[in-house]
């Protein structure tokens, strides 16, 4: 997990102001891929991915910037999870930011009762970018209202098409977890699905589920299976907002999902 904390970065700028002129030019001559003034990248010029680490902070600490207001100096994380996503042959990647040090300030507001610690800090403090590696260029950041104290879990799934994948994201509120399936449309992330992965848990009221996704000979998008799941014994100590537990699929099926293309999401038929 990277964190970065931009103070350093406005010291960095300000020593760059004090350097001789030609090479003041040269760097404010330069810019990044998304169009916004940059210094040099010292990783290979162009494609984000093989960028050094530090070109890739200031790339999407800008990109947050402009799109979530984000201040110069807040302090977050970001893992980014690579993958094909497209129809290309280029690697794509979608990044998972996670704004806990900005929650943890908001819920010194008065009256902000919702963003507390003894609610994971939930509200909208995770989001995701994708980066379309043909075109170079960040998406605008998806919201995934969480708790913050858990980041986003990015993983890919041959589930639309068998020649690339799509995107899963699995995200925590309290001692819950869903997960939300996304397809590219118009080279944008769109969530055609939602789901729980288990609620309850540290409770006598806990449920858990497991999915399978089965080729459809209707649909070019595969079926999702949902099967009953049961929790892994999980110590009693453990902070119920943060554990990752091992889910065991009993193959007991709940629901089955469709997709349907016209309506751009999954459906299942109604009981009886």
Not at 65 to 85: G, P, R
Not at 89 to 97: E, M, N, R
Request: hydrophobic share 35%; net charge negative; proline share 3%.
């Amino acid at each position: 997990m990277k964190h970065v904390y931009f103070l350093a970065f406005l010291v960095f700028c300000t020593a760059c102001d004090n350097e001789d002129s030609t090479n003041t030019k040269q760097k404010k001559s330069n810019t990044d891929i998304f169009g916004n003034t940059t210094t040099e990248n010292t990783g290979q010029a162009g494609y984000l991915l093989d960028s050094s680490e530090f070109f890739v902070d200031q790339i999407i600490h800008q990109h947050l910037q402009q799109n979530l207001n984000i201040q110069e100096i807040e302090a977050y994380s970001f893992e980014i999870y690579e993958d094909y996503v497209n129809k290309d042959s280029i690697k794509d990647a979608v990044i998972a930011i996670n704004l806990l040090s900005f929650a943890k300030k908001e819920s010194q507001k008065p009256n902000n009762t919702l963003v507390s610690p003894q609610l994971g800090y939930l509200g909208p403090y995770n989001c995701f970018v994708y980066f379309d590696g043909k075109s170079n260029s960040l998406s605008k950041p998806i919201t995934v209202y969480s708790s913050a104290v858990s980041p986003l879990k990015v993983s890919f799934e041959h589930i639309s098409a068998m020649n690339y994948k799509d995107i899963i994201i699995d995200f925590k509120i309290r001692n819950s977890s869903f997960k939300e399936i996304y397809f590219l449309t118009k080279n944008f992330p769109k969530r055609v699905f939602q789901w729980k992965n288990y609620d309850g848990i540290g409770t006598s009221n806990t449920e858990a589920y497991c999915f399978d996704y089965f080729t459809n000979e209707n649909s070019k998008a595969k079926n999702i299976r949902i099967s009953e799941g049961e929790i892994e014994h999980i110590s009693s100590q453990v902070d119920l907002f943060t554990v990752d537990p091992k889910l065991i699929n009993t193959h007991k099926q709940v629901k089955e999902f469709f997709y349907i293309e016209s309506e751009g999401k999954y459906f299942t038929k109604k009981e009886n």
